[in-house]
């Protein structure tokens, strides 16, 4: 299948392939739209089947972080970087240098930044070789603590944000005696267990890695149950925090949650699970909506800003969450369309 032809391709700007033999990189570079600006993503590396399965994630990614960018307010377009590998066994310094090589290919107008499998230290090392690097440090945290460039942070309190919404606008109630289960409790989903934690709300988690599990289970008293089992369990909000594609054929039948709201990208397998979670009454939160916290806090600093702003601007993730849900059920359209409509009129309309 070509590029051209693939059903992912979005009338992608540019996109492009790498692959260093003295290193083993294999890489993607996707840049969707700039038309508000240079595009920023982060690069997730992961020990994707395929290249095909690969680039259809990057092409879906780069667009995604369009419509994120707009939607959040930010003059800026969407790209995104994959690097093909596991990121436990095949990473290395080497790597890292080659792929700071091929964003600098771009002369700027791809932003590199962190992701699934990518460390700020990794960011460090590919900044050596490009100056197009952010998150390799911060100046703030929006809560005051210690900042090093993770953004992992900032995109957990504002998934807590929008989850936090969702529920108010929904089921007219606090998150106190909630219950959220969550899919995946990685760098973001345990940020996040520990948000809806504090605010009273009972945590049911799954992982493929034991680390985040445990700590959930331990010090958030978090129910444990298996990965494959998480998206139909009895909750009042199911979280999708891992890799994308988690509301599908199958599992859509499954989910019992009234509410989906989570920081995973590409959370819908295919455009009609929208329609279809319309149709059975499940308030869907759209992913790049509620999970723009990474990208609103990079955009902070580098630029000239404080904690205060950025910790404002987090927090208005949950009144975009409200609106996108009051337009979705008194429009009767599914929530990503609405989403998608507003975040459109300004990108392609500006």
């Known amino acids: 299948m070509s590029l051209f032809e693939h059903p992912d391709f979005d009338q992608h700007e540019q996109v492009s392939f790498f692959h260093d033999a003295e290193s083993g990189l294999s890489a993607i570079i996707a840049v969707h739209n700039t038309k508000l600006g240079a595009s920023l993503g982060g690069c997730r590396m992961w020990p994707y089947a395929n290249s095909q399965e690969a680039l259809t994630d990057v ?13 959040a307010g930010l003059p800026q377009g969407g790209g995104k970087a994959v690097i093909i590998g ?59 603590s210690p900042a090093d460039g993770n953004p992992a942070p900032s995109t957990a309190y504002g998934v807590y944000m929008g989850v936090k919404a969702a529920v108010e606008h929904v089921m007219n109630s606090s998150l106190k005696g909630k219950t959220v289960a969550i899919q995946g409790v990685g760098h973001v989903g345990l940020r996040l267990a520990r948000h809806l934690h504090k605010a009273g709300a009972n945590l049911i988690v799954a992982d493929i890695f034991n680390e985040g599990v445990e700590i959930a289970k331990n010090e958030l008293g978090a129910r ?13 909000v199911f979280a999708p925090c891992a890799m994308g594609g988690a509301i599908n054929d199958k599992s859509i039948s499954e989910i019992k949650a009234p509410i989906i709201a989570g920081a995973a990208n590409n959370q819908l397998a295919s455009k009609q699970m929208d329609k279809l979670l319309l149709e059975k009454n499940i308030v869907y939160v759209p992913d790049y909506v509620i999970n723009a916290g990474g990208i609103i806090d990079i955009y902070h600093q ?6 205060q702003a950025l910790r404002a601007q987090l927090e208005q993730i949950g009144d975009t969450v409200k609106n996108i849900i009051t337009r979705s059920q008194t429009e009767k359209k599914p929530s990503e369309e609405v989403a998608n409509i507003l975040a459109e009129e300004k990108f392609k309309f500006s």
Do not use: C, W
Request: charged residues 20%; negative net charge.
């Open 302 to 307: 580098r630029n000239e800003s404080s904690a």
């Open 224 to 236: 444990v149950v298996d990965p494959q089992e998480i998206h139909a369990m009895e909750a009042d």
């Open 59 to 71: 092409l879906r990614l780069s667009k995604g972080m369009t419509y994120k960018a707009a939607m």
């Open 86 to 144: 596991n990121p436990r066994h095949d990473k290395t310094q080497a790597l890292m240098y080659a792929m700071g090589k091929a964003v600098d290919t771009f002369k700027g107008q791809y932003v590199i930044a962190e992701d699934s499998g990518i460390s700020v230290q990794d960011l460090q090392y590919m900044a050596t070789q490009s100056h197009h690097v952010a998150g390799t440090s911060a100046k703030f945290a929006y809560d005051g």
